[in-house]
């Protein structure tokens, strides 16, 4: 596709389930980012990857969350046992290489209940 | 640790004014700094990026500025339509290459 998609669009959880939340980078963009946003306040950074290189985790809130990428495809965001704190707003981004133009995707609306 | 801080948080015009929005950061150790925009249950959408090499980038009614070693960008929007309300966010790219964003303008432009 021609840009950053995200699935689902929307969900919504039991407090204490797992979620999966996926991100499909622009063809060819080896950067790929998570951001969370939630309601009322700014994007904060959540994890970073590049290429083959170790992931940046230091935006991870806790050992809850976890993010897998496969080469230089598909990422997916793993919350495990869900807060009602996790609720917002899960945006991924690609980009060519560092430091490059950040593109982002629609988001995931997480909801837990 | 750097700190994005835009103001104004909101912002109501009428159509066809000139305006300026304001960004300013902490520390000037950044490698570019990129403007989006944020639509209603939207994700965000890029508008212009400034190499921290770079003084200004212009994109049809847009322009930014970007004066590093003020701590200072501001993005211009001529002639501002309806169309053009949205929430604008602010964001810096350090060494650590995730991006720092601030909280952002909202702008209402009415008819």
């Known amino acids: 596709g021609a840009g950053v998609s995200q699935s689902p669009s929307n969900k919504v959880t039991e407090k204490g389930k797992d979620v999966e939340l996926r991100c499909d980078p622009i063809?060819?963009?080896?950067?790929l980012y998570w951001y969370r946003q939630r309601l009322g306040q700014g994007l904060e950074f959540l994890i970073y990857?590049?290429?083959?290189?170790?992931?940046?985790k230091s935006g991870l809130p806790s050992d809850r969350f976890s993010a897998e990428r496969t080469g230089e495809s598909v990422s997916t965001l793993t919350i495990q046992r869900t807060q009602q704190e996790d609720s917002a707003v899960y945006l991924c981004?690609?980009?060519?290489?560092?430091?490059?133009?950040?593109?982002f995707g629609p988001g995931t609306r997480l909801t837990v209940t | 640790k750097q700190e994005v801080t835009q103001i104004p948080a909101a912002l109501s015009v009428p159509e066809g004014e000139n305006l300026v929005l304001n960004c300013s950061f902490t520390?000037?150790?950044?490698?570019?700094l990129q403007w989006f925009r944020q639509d209603p249950g939207k994700g965000l959408t890029s508008l212009l990026l400034?190499?921290?090499?770079?003084r200004e980038q212009t994109s049809g009614r847009l322009n930014a500025s970007l004066d590093k070693s003020s701590g200072r960008s501001t993005l211009y929007i001529a002639a501002s339509q309806p169309g053009d309300s949205a929430t604008y966010l602010c964001?810096?790219?350090?060494?650590?290459?995730?991006?720092?964003f601030g909280k952002g303008t909202t702008l209402s432009v009415s008819s």
């Open positions: 981004a690609s980009s060519r290489t560092t430091h490059y133009e950040q593109y």
């Open positions: 063809s060819g963009h080896t950067a």
């Open positions: 990857f590049q290429g083959n290189s170790a992931p940046d």
């Open positions: 520390d000037s150790a950044i490698y570019n």
């Open positions: 400034i190499q921290s090499s770079q």
């Open positions: 964001a810096v790219c350090e060494a650590g290459t995730a991006l720092i």
